[in-house]
């Protein structure tokens, strides 16, 4: 069974429909899912994961948050990732998904195999939904 791990920063709760979203399509397809605010996250938590989702909301000029889940990130610049699959997801008030785009190259230069991407404007849709959703089955394949 694959191990998941969708890994977020909510305020607002835009961004956690997205995560549970994600989590509960990766469940569907049979996988095993940690779901965990990144505050109570630990970089044993994506070393575990076979497959891992990351969120954030854009924040402080179009930038994933700063306290948390930046300095987390950090933390993965250094890791083996050995092209481990990453499904990034958010929720911006205006910049498009910039934030998300930026977030992805960095991730990228990490060494991890972006295999899905998801930036809605402030609530997801129904659609959006479906879609996280199905982000979530990609990451149990
Ligand atoms: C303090 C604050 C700063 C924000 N800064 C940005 C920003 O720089 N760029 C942007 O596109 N949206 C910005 N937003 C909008 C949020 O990204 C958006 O509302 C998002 O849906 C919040 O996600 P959440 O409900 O999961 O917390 C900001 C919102 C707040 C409250």
């Known amino acids: 069974m694959k191990k998941i791990a969708v890994i977020y920063w909510s305020n607002g709760g835009n961004v956690e429909i997205l995560a549970e979203s994600i989590a509960k399509g990766a469940r569907e397809a049979g996988a095993e899912v940690s779901i965990k605010m990144v505050q109570d996250a ?7 994961a076979d497959a891992i989702a990351l969120g954030s909301p854009s924040l402080d000029n179009n930038k994933i948050e700063q306290d948390y889940m930046a300095p987390f990130v950090k933390e993965l610049k250094l890791l083996p990732s050995h092209n481990k699959a990453l499904v990034l997801f958010g929720s911006y008030g205006w910049d498009e998904g910039k934030f998300l785009e930026n977030w992805s190259e960095l991730m990228i230069d990490y060494g991890f195999n ?25 990451l149990a394949k």
């Open 114 to 138: 972006i295999v899905g991407k998801l930036a809605v404007k402030e609530a997801p849709t129904e659609n959006e939904v479906e879609e996280a959703k199905s982000l979530g089955k990609t």
């Open 42 to 48: 630990k970089v044993q938590d994506i070393i575990e």
